[in-house]
């Protein structure tokens, strides 16, 4: 193995993973129902007020994609997908299983990205990278990184979660209730 190799397959994670990111974002800010309806996809996760949270993300995912495209400040950008990656996997995907094409999406693809979010923030971004040319990567990768990731991605996800997440409950049955009477006709 080489440098050059390692720099080429950071670049390519970062391009794919930043590439879907930005379009991502893009596609909730301009696509289909637009930022309104992105607000109303989030209202009916229980992430209230809807408008914020299809704001907070989409600006969160067209910045971190974009940040991992170039390779600049990695560990932050990697803290932006673990958040929404998490954010998205506890209120929507978690319920549905493993495999994405259950009903509702399962959570393998917002594991996986979760997990290269966590590689990348400890990895960094590589030779070919702004992070790189600046001279960034030696104080924003490994242990930092994970700092980084940990305190702004978990963290970030759990205060958001904490403050604006509110699902529509259902009440459940006590275990003290009786049967309904089977229905004569």
């Not at 594991?111 to 790189?132: C, E, K």
Request: aromatic content about 8%.
């Amino acid at each position: 193995m080489t440098p050059h190799s390692v720099d080429l397959a950071l670049l390519a994670l970062r391009l794919v993973v930043g590439g879907v990111f930005l379009a991502h974002g893009v596609n909730h800010v301009v696509g289909g129902g637009k930022i309104a309806g992105t607000g109303r996809w989030f209202e009916s996760l229980g992430m209230r007020p809807g408008w914020l949270h299809a704001w907070t993300a989409s600006l969160t995912e067209i910045g971190a994609g974009g940040l991992l495209v170039v390779g600049l400040l990695t560990s932050v950008a990697a803290a932006g997908v673990i958040g929404v990656m998490l954010v998205a996997l506890i209120t929507n995907h978690l319920k549905n299983g493993f495999f994405i094409f259950r009903p509702g999406e399962g959570y393998e693809y917002v594991l996986t990205l979760t997990v290269v979010g966590f590689a990348l923030a400890v990895l960094g971004a590589g030779g070919w990278s702004l992070d790189r040319a600046t001279g960034l990567d030696e104080h924003i990768l490994g242990w930092t990184g994970l700092w980084i990731a940990l305190g702004a991605g978990v963290g970030g996800a759990g205060v958001l979660l904490g403050a604006f997440w509110r699902p529509d409950r259902r009440p459940a049955a006590s275990s003290g209730d009786a049967p309904a009477p089977p229905r004569c006709q």
